[in-house]
Nanobody, 124 residues
């Protein structure tokens, strides 16, 4: 079992930046696909960005494309999400997820390891 702990959330003004981190423990995630998902109040959890086990392939939701960057450091067992040009619509709890495999996995149901989440609030 993999334990995931997110950090880096907070309150920021529109146009600002935040960098989220997700540190894994329990086992190495170097052969795991990982991703960031978010859930806003009253809405369903949605994909933000996903990355394959090597970091060579990524995919972004249209709403964050060009503003967010997902990356990973397998030596540190850590996943990152650099968020720039933040908008109030980005306000949500951001969750890190992981699953074994060498592909890109688009659906929430495909992930079996989840973090508790970190709150991101963007003020207008």
């Amino acid at each position: 079992q993999v334990q995931l702990i997110e950090s880096g959330g907070g309150l920021v003004q529109a146009g600002g930046s935040l960098r989220l981190s997700c540190t894994a423990s329990g086992r190495t995630v170097s052969n795991y696909a990982m991703g960031w998902f978010r859930q806003a109040p009253g809405k369903e959890r949605e994909l933000v960005a996903i990355i394959d086990w090597r970091g060579g392939r990524t995919l972004y939701a249209d709403s964050v494309k060009g503003r967010f960057t997902i990356s990973r450091d397998n030596a540190k067992n850590t996943l990152y999400l650099q968020m720039d040009s933040l908008e109030p619509e980005d306000t949500a709890i951001y969750h890190c997820a992981a699953r074994s495999g060498v592909g890109l996995y688009y659906y929430i149901q495909q992930y079996d390891n989840w973090g508790q989440g970190t709150q991101v609030t963007v003020s207008s």
